[in-house]
């Protein structure tokens, strides 16, 4: 649940008093024109960013990081060519 979230880089206000509640086994998507805070939110989300104000609650607890339940898919290609696919896979696992 997030709750009055504001998140600002610099003087520029990107999330302004953001409200939601996705219920447990919910699947939402956040659509929006480029540029208006998408990824933002979900940086928030995945612990990856501090909020300016407000919270972010995961199952009734506070989010104050990185949280082993969070996986992150990101925008673009993000592979390493070079590695095989089984290497790119588990890349990050300890
Ligand atoms: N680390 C940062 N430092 C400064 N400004 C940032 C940073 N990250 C994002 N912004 C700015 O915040 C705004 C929202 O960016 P964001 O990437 O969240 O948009 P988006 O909705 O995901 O866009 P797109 O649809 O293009 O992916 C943009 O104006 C962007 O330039
Ligand atoms: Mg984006």
Do not use: Y
């Not at 009055?4 to 953001?18: A, D, H, I, P, Y």
């Amino acid at each position: 649940m997030l709750q009055s979230l504001s998140k600002s880089f610099g003087q520029r206000e990107v999330l302004q008093n953001t409200q939601l509640h996705v219920e447990p086994g919910q699947f939402i998507a956040i659509v929006g024109r480029s540029g208006c805070g998408k990824s933002t939110l979900l940086r928030l989300v995945a612990g990856l960013e501090q909020a300016t104000a407000g919270t972010i609650t995961v199952n009734d607890k506070l989010l104050t990081g990185l949280s082993d339940d969070t996986r992150i898919m990101f925008q673009d290609a993000r592979l390493l060519p070079w590695k095989r696919v089984l290497d790119n896979v588990t890349l990050g696992l300890p």
